[in-house]
């Protein structure tokens, strides 16, 4: 080991009370080191830079809490400068009923690039449940701590004008704000450094705790712009008691909080006996050209390179593999990449390496296909077999009834196991499929062996809205596969920010956008969109619609959603639920939602189905290459060639409750007749001029047209 240390074979030995001491002096240099390090964070040795806004300390010379760049006058309530032991001079909000920090802004504000807000806070106990906010500039954004976690509370971003039939109607779309709620605890009685950032070229919101990262999302509507009014002030530590406050610091631009780096989301496809990398959220700072190297080891632990590729753009990329011979094994796929000879991504990602057969497969179209047989989901959340014969009447064709089994089986698997066969006898019967939940996370594994080799299986329930780790998803995943690798696994997600990840554990992907009563119709395009972007067209996408106890859509509403999630892409619809009754243990009598006991609903059902289910062919045809131009432009308009067979169909709906007109110009510039197939009243047919035709939709209107030309 000679070879390692040259420099000290010329040294001469020193007495080894020498080294000791030589050694403490050492140590103690660190520690002076590290303590200067930690007060250059502290105080006012805390510095401005070029893109601070302001930056809230104590004027010793003054003995003020002020704002050191001179910008901004501050409003103090309830708070008084004290000596703090540790930090030094800093502000002290006390325990009265108001107190906070208020910053005028006056239209001195941007966030162009994105922000960070840092607060070096001590807090001697968590603030009220109600009332408090630790950042808050209405228009703009929110954090709180609630139950001692860190919250994103909302941001704003851009948003779409919607018109409005009713007051309790939003008047713009999308609403919820990008809500993220912490995971740790903010620690109580020392001193911390709160930062809230958002990175608007990648539209990341990034929330850290004492430097260390908390949460951290990428929108799923991509980077836009942070909205800022200038008629609103920034109130900070709102109603926080017996907090003390070092500093304050608010910067615009980019958070530069971590190296610039990627991300990558594996997606197995083993229908297609493939399996996709998607290099995604490329940092624009990061240099190009970036080096990647794919390293797939087998179950054995032999490895060997499969792939090494450039990225010579920060713009998303997909790259398809075929997947590995050695089959019915877990292996592992091993990501790295490097700029400029600086590693900036290293993951190790497992995957099931099956080979499904059977009579239920994925094609290449995403169409889910039965004995050879092509056809389009039409699911229903929730019922007993007594309700399948009127299920599959009014043109069902796809259940999952897990809730309903356990109000009657509880956590007994044997019964459980015994009503599930009859569930699945009872589905053969009436011509139709079941999802049956399967995921180790709950250990529901059990259900495997009693239904795997049932004809009428459609596959594996995987998770419904999951939410925290959500690597979990791929492990339940890969251990389904290892026992019964045939079915598709379907996974429901209904946080859009989290979709790429959920798709790595699902076979077939699912989003449940709930807009009635008050919230546009847009966010079913919205959802479905997200969740195809996610999988990059990729895997199947099912969309999930509501229909049960507060979320009743009028019949023009159930119509209009589903259009929009198949004008939108969708693979499948899904329409909850019918069956949400609770059990009462003592008395057994079931209490809630039925639909079997509202004919109103059972007959709209039935019409928004009848339709669906006589228009099957127009649904399965795959998007034509050329798509059509909407004149003028309207967001509330959504439309859609399909092509199959020769045969052109244009699918076309709105989401606007008022009535709206538009030109739809074909790509082809000829003439011709669109042939109305279903329009909801009477079958109007338009001619076509020049590639052109006018189109008048009512509110939330629907029309689904053949397209011939003469």
């Not at 200038?230 to 608010?250: E, Y």
């Not at 356990?406 to 569930?423: C, F, K, V």
Request: a neutral charge; charged letters at 20%.
């Amino acid at each position: 080991m000679q070879w390692l240390h040259p420099v000290l074979e010329t040294q001469p030995e020193r007495p080894l009370m020498r080294n000791l001491l030589d050694d403490l002096i050492l140590v103690a240099l660190l520690l002076v080191s590290l303590n200067a390090a930690q007060a250059g964070e502290r105080g006012e040795r805390i510095e401005c830079n070029t893109n601070t806004v302001f930056l809230l300390q104590v004027d010793a010379a003054k003995n003020t809490f002020c704002d050191r760049t001179g910008r901004f006058t501050l409003s103090v309530s309830g708070g008084t400068v004290i000596t703090d032991e540790q930090w030094g001079a800093c502000l002290k909000l006390g325990d009265g009923d108001k107190t906070g920090i208020t910053v005028k802004d006056d239209g001195k504000i941007s966030f162009d690039g994105g922000m960070t807000l840092d607060a070096w806070v001590y807090l001697e106990e968590l603030p009220p449940a109600k009332g408090a906010a630790l950042a808050l500039k209405v228009g703009s954004f929110s954090w709180d701590i609630v139950k001692g976690k860190l919250n994103t509370a909302w941001m704003v971003f851009p948003s779409e004008e919607i018109f409005t039939t009713t007051p309790a109607q939003f008047k713009y779309y999308p609403v919820g704000g990008d809500m993220i709620n912490g995971l740790m605890h903010v620690p109580l009685k020392k001193w911390v450094r709160l930062t809230m950032a958002y990175d608007e070229p990648l539209g990341l919101i990034t929330t850290r705790i004492g430097g260390m990262t908390d949460r951290q999302r990428y929108r799923y509507r991509g980077p836009q712009r942070l909205q800022c009014d200038g008629h609103s002030a920034i109130t900070l530590l709102q109603g926080f008691k017996n907090c003390r406050v070092g500093a304050l610091r608010l910067n615009t631009g980019r958070p530069h909080l971590a190296a610039p780096s990627l991300e990558v989301y594996l997606n197995q496809l083993p229908f297609q006996d493939r399996m996709m990398l998607t290099f995604d959220h490329i940092d624009p700072e990061l240099p190009l050209p970036i080096e990647v190297t794919v390293v797939w080891e087998k179950a054995s632990g032999e490895a060997a390179t499969l792939h090494t590729l450039t990225l010579d753009s920060h713009a998303k990329k997909d790259v398809l593999f075929e997947l590995p011979t050695w089959k019915n094994s877990l292996h592992t796929i091993m990501v790295n990449a490097t700029a400029e000879g600086r590693a900036v991504f290293s993951k190790n990602f497992r995957i099931a390496n099956v080979k499904p057969v059977g009579p239920v497969t994925i094609g290449e179209d995403r169409a889910l296909v039965k004995n050879g047989k092509k056809f389009f989901p039409l699911m229903v959340y929730h019922a007993m077999p007594e309700d399948f014969p009127v299920l599959a009447e009014l043109g069902f064709n796809v259940l999952l009834n897990n809730f309903n089994l356990r109000q009657h089986a509880g956590r007994d698997e044997a019964a459980y196991s015994a009503l599930l066969t009859q569930s699945l006898d009872a589905a053969q019967k009436n011509h139709l499929l079941l999802w049956v939940v399967a995921n180790s996370d709950y250990n529901s594994l059990f259900t495997i062996p009693v239904a795997k080799a049932h004809p009428a299986l459609l596959g594996w329930y995987g998770a419904d809205e999951p939410w925290g780790d959500l690597t979990r998803l791929v492990e339940s995943y890969n251990t389904i596969k290892m026992l019964e690798p045939n079915k598709p696994i379907f996974v429901v997600q209904n946080n859009y920010s989290r979709l790429q990840e959920t798709a790595m554990g699902a076979d077939i992907v699912g989003v449940d956008p709930y807009p009635v009563p008050n919230v546009s119709l847009r966010m079913v395009v919205d959802a479905t969109r997200a969740a195809i972007r996610a999988v990059s067209g990729r895997k199947p996408v099912w969309t999930i619609l509501p229909q049960y106890e507060t979320k009743i859509p009028t019949r023009t509403e159930l119509r209009c959603m589903a259009w929009l999630a198949i004008i939108s892409g969708a693979d499948g619809v899904g329409f909850f639920d019918w069956d949400e009754r609770l059990r009462n243990p003592q008395t057994g009598t079931m209490k809630g939602w039925y639909t079997k006991e509202h004919p109103e609903q059972v007959e709209d059902l039935r019409a928004v189905l009848k339709e669906l289910r006589a228009l099957e062919h127009v649904l399965l045809a795959p998007a034509a290459a050329r798509q059509p131009t909407l004149t003028p432009a309207n967001l509330a308009v959504h439309a859609v060639v399909r092509e199959t067979g020769g045969k052109r169909y244009l699918l076309i709906a709105s989401d606007s409750r008022r009535a709206e007109e538009i030109t739809v110009q074909l790509e082809d510039a000829a003439n011709g007749e669109a042939r109305c197939l279903a329009d909801g009243v009477n079958h109007t047919h338009l001619r076509i001029q020049n590639g052109a035709l006018r189109i008048k939709l009512p509110p939330l209107g629907v029309a689904v047209y053949q397209l011939t030309m003469d």
